[in-house]
T-cell receptor, first 110, second 114 residues
Framework: SQQGEEDPQALSIQEGENATMNCSYK?????LQWYRQNSGRGLVHLIL?????REKHSGRLRVTLDTSKKSSSLLITASRAADTASYFC??????????FGTGTRLTIIP | NAGVMQNPRHLVRRRGQEARLRCSPM?????VYWYRQLPEEGLKFMVY????????ESGMPKERFSAEFPKEGPSILRIQQVVRGDSAAYFC????????????FGDGTRLSIL
């Protein structure tokens, strides 16, 4: 089915280190979005990158997109305890709905 | 500017009862989406609505589930004759228009079936 697959499934790092999460998908996309979900809460939109863009920044977040490899990565620099959450990518295949994988569970160790 | 509001936050029903979940989109948003999330899984799309219209219900179970977004008032997701397998977190999202806009999510309704 059409959805993004995040890798790794779980990631634990020390506070202050950088965290990198990857997303792969199988067919052409219109855009790709990254979301964060804290435990017991709804998803929070982080970044939307369009298919003709290669890199996008927002504060400590950096997203790259390689359409030839059908993959994207999310880099969080100088991680903080508050970054502990699950992170989901949502490739958009040209329609209105978002499709999510099972996410990367990020734990920042103080 | 209030975000997407969902209520109730928690809902407990016995098997066979009806569950009604409400979602008020962000002000100015005319597109509403419902998703379901099982523990340790990602969100699964259920239905996409605009005011008074169902645009895409490809993720909705064929029976017992229905959704509406009336001209006035919140969007409603209704589950009739609930079963244990309906236990999940149901999230609503809204956007001002479609494909190239991020979706804004509520904090969900956690439905538990006894």
């Amino acid at each position: 089915s059409q959805q993004g697959e995040e890798d790794p499934q779980a990631l634990s790092i020390q506070e202050g280190e950088n965290a990198t999460m990857n997303c792969s998908y199988k067919t052409s996309i219109n855009n790709l979005q990254w979301y964060r979900q804290n435990s017991g809460r709804g998803l929070v939109h982080l970044i939307l990158i369009r298919s003709n863009e290669r890199e996008k920044h927002s504060g400590r977040l950096r997203v790259t997109l390689d359409t030839s490899k059908k993959s994207s990565s999310l880099l969080i620099t100088a991680s903080r305890a508050a970054d502990t959450a699950s992170y989901f990518c949502a490739p958009n295949f040209g329609n209105e709905k978002l499709t999510f994988g099972t996410g990367t569970r990020l734990t920042i160790i103080p | 500017n209030a975000g997407v509001m969902q209520n109730p936050r928690h809902l407990v029903r016995r098997r066979g009862q009806e569950a009604r979940l409400r979602c008020s989109p962000m002000k100015g948003h005319s597109h509403v989406y419902w998703y379901r999330q099982l523990p340790e899984e990602g969100l699964k799309f259920m239905v996409y609505l605009q005011k008074e219209n169902i645009i895409d219900e490809s993720g909705m179970p064929k029976e017992r589930f229905s959704a509406e977004f009336p001209k006035e008032g919140p969007s409603i997701l209704r589950i009739q004759q609930v079963v244990r397998g309906d236990s999940a977190a149901y999230f609503c999202a809204s956007s001002p228009q479609g494909i190239d806009q991020p979706q804004h999510f509520g904090d969900g309704t956690r439905l538990s079936i006894l």
